[in-house]
């Protein structure tokens, strides 16, 4: 094997490793610096044979190197991709300012923000009952996660019932944080002892019984629905507000009334006692009160109620988790350790509200099965 003048010419010490240079020089007998000189065919090889070595050293550190480039990229972007990527995040409240929304939304933002490790900040959108808020987050608003909805049940229901602009599929829940159920109440010297003297009175009088309720609200709506399961007939006395209801079953302008057991229990005490809950689980605030479903077991009743209760959840624009599913997953780990703090629930035993968070399917499942009761009774609503 030989070369094209069997002369082997070094111009560039300073590429190779000096050990390497230092074993090249002595294979062939090469001072730097000094003139090319003619080689044997068997220094040449081992010249030659040298730098390839020398060559496949270098290929292996640069190899090495580059590898370990790549690998530092990688860990530098799994890093980031467990970082929330925008620089704020705004949490709209589609309603007044002072209302329980409001309150929860704000209690919840500085713990929010030190999980994520970026200002949280709370923008109120209010009006159309929470529809006009709705829609321009909608309409307006990034699809990166950087604006999320803190929203109010049954006011969201009742802006796509009332064709609002919005659909329940335009948005993803990224969970539900507070819940209070709907409730059947009756003055506490009332002479109801139980759901079902309450029904049988009810039937015996035909029209004659006056109830209280509110407007296009779950109070209205479970109303419907307890009187159409039992086929019963009352009159209804429709209120603007929980202070107007409560105080009209306190006076007993009313014999009985529809309302969430945390406004009823907060306004008036034990001025009122309730003889149903219309949801599955027990209440924190009362856990002895009957459930309606399973008073129906007790009578011997095929009938089964939804669940009815005021809720609050976290929303965010549906394009969301398809786009950014890492980063939906940091957020919904985060709002979950929001939730579940100390601070954030004990800030809610202060208010006399039941905080408890519910993740995304849970909270899916549970809002839409209570968005299908309310579009079954639309008509109320409208």
Same mark, same amino acid.
């Given at each position: 094997?030989?070369?094209?003048?069997?002369?082997?010419?070094?111009?560039?010490?300073?590429?190779?490793?000096?050990? $390497?240079?230092?074993?090249?020089?002595?294979? /062939?007998?090469?001072?730097?610096?000094?003139?090319?000189?003619?080689?044997?065919?068997?220094?040449?090889?081992?010249? /030659?044979?040298?730098?390839?070595?020398?060559?496949?050293?270098?290929?292996?550190?640069?190899?090495?190197?580059?590898? +370990?480039?790549?690998?530092?990229?990688?860990?530098? +972007?799994?890093?980031?991709?467990?970082?929330?990527?925008?620089?704020?995040?705004?949490?709209?409240?589609?309603?007044?300012? @002072?209302?329980?929304?409001?309150?929860?939304?704000?209690?919840?933002?500085?713990?929010?923000? !030190?999980?994520?490790? #970026?200002?949280?900040?709370?923008?109120?959108?209010?009006?159309?009952?929470?529809?006009?808020?709705?829609?321009?987050?909608?309409?307006?608003?990034? =699809?990166?996660?950087?604006?999320?909805?803190?929203?109010?049940?049954?006011?969201?229901?009742?802006?796509?019932?009332?064709?609002?602009?919005?659909?329940?599929?335009?948005?993803?829940?990224?969970?539900?944080?507070?819940?209070?159920?709907?409730?059947?109440?009756?003055?506490?010297?009332?002479?109801?002892?139980?759901?079902?003297?309450?029904?049988?009175? #009810?039937?015996?009088?035909? @029209?004659?019984?006056?109830?209280?309720?509110?407007?296009?609200?779950?109070? =209205?709506?479970?109303?419907?629905?307890?009187?159409?399961?039992?086929?019963?007939? +009352?009159? @209804?006395?429709?209120?603007?507000?929980?202070?107007?209801?409560?105080?009209?079953?306190?006076?007993?302008?009313?014999?009985?009334?529809?309302?969430?057991?945390?406004?009823?229990?907060?306004?008036?005490?034990?001025?009122?006692? @309730?003889?149903? #809950?219309?949801?599955?689980?027990?209440? =924190?605030?009362?856990?002895?009160?009957?459930?309606?479903?399973?008073?129906?077991?007790?009578?011997?009743?095929?009938?089964?109620?939804?669940?009815?209760?005021?809720?609050?959840?976290?929303?965010?624009?549906?394009?969301?988790?398809?786009?950014?599913?890492?980063?939906?997953?940091?957020?919904?780990?985060?709002?979950?350790?929001?939730?579940?703090?100390? !601070?954030?629930?004990?800030?809610?035993?202060?208010?006399?509200?039941?905080?408890?968070?519910?993740?995304?399917?849970?909270?899916?499942?549970?809002? !839409?099965? +209570?968005? $299908?009761?309310?579009?079954?009774?639309?008509?109320?609503? $409208?």
């Amino acid at each position: 094997m030989g070369i094209d003048k069997s002369v082997f010419i070094i111009n560039n010490p300073e590429t190779f490793l000096s050990l $390497e240079w230092k074993h090249l020089m002595r294979a /062939i007998n090469v001072n730097v610096g000094g003139k090319p000189r003619e080689v044997s065919e068997k220094k040449e090889k081992g010249a /030659i044979n040298m730098l390839l070595r020398g060559r496949m050293m270098i290929s292996i550190v640069m190899s090495l190197f580059l590898v +370990a480039c790549a690998d530092s990229e990688e860990t530098d +972007a799994d890093a980031e991709d467990q970082e929330w990527h925008t620089d704020e995040l705004t949490l709209v409240v589609p309603y007044d300012t @002072g209302g329980s929304a409001d309150r929860q939304a704000r209690a919840l933002a500085p713990v929010l923000e !030190e999980e994520l490790d #970026v200002p949280v900040l709370v923008e109120n959108r209010e009006g159309g009952a929470g529809a006009t808020g709705t829609m321009a987050h909608l309409q307006n608003d990034p =699809d990166d996660g950087s604006y999320i909805i803190y929203q109010s049940h049954p006011h969201f229901d009742s802006g796509i019932v009332r064709e609002a602009g919005f659909e329940f599929d335009d948005f993803d829940f990224l969970g539900k944080t507070h819940e209070s159920p709907i409730t059947l109440f009756v003055n506490s010297d009332s002479e109801y002892d139980d759901f079902e003297s309450l029904i049988n009175t #009810v039937e015996s009088n035909p @029209g004659e019984i006056n109830y209280g309720m509110m407007p296009s609200s779950w109070s =209205d709506i479970t109303a419907h629905v307890f009187l159409d399961e039992f086929n019963l007939d +009352a009159r @209804g006395v429709p209120f603007d507000g929980g202070g107007p209801l409560r105080t009209a079953l306190v006076s007993e302008e009313t014999e009985f009334t529809f309302s969430d057991i945390e406004g009823m229990l907060a306004g008036v005490g034990d001025d009122a006692r @309730g003889l149903v #809950v219309f949801v599955s689980e027990p209440s =924190d605030h009362d856990p002895d009160m009957p459930l309606a479903n399973d008073l129906m077991d007790e009578m011997g009743l095929d009938i089964e109620f939804p669940d009815m209760a005021n809720m609050r959840s976290i929303q965010v624009k549906s394009d969301f988790r398809e786009q950014h599913p890492e980063q939906w997953d940091i957020l919904v780990e985060a709002l979950e350790n929001a939730a579940t703090s100390d !601070e954030f629930i004990e800030w809610g035993e202060t208010q006399d509200m039941n905080i408890t968070w519910s993740g995304p399917e849970e909270a899916h499942d549970q809002l !839409e099965e +209570a968005h $299908e009761v309310i579009l079954e009774y639309a008509d109320v609503i $409208e």
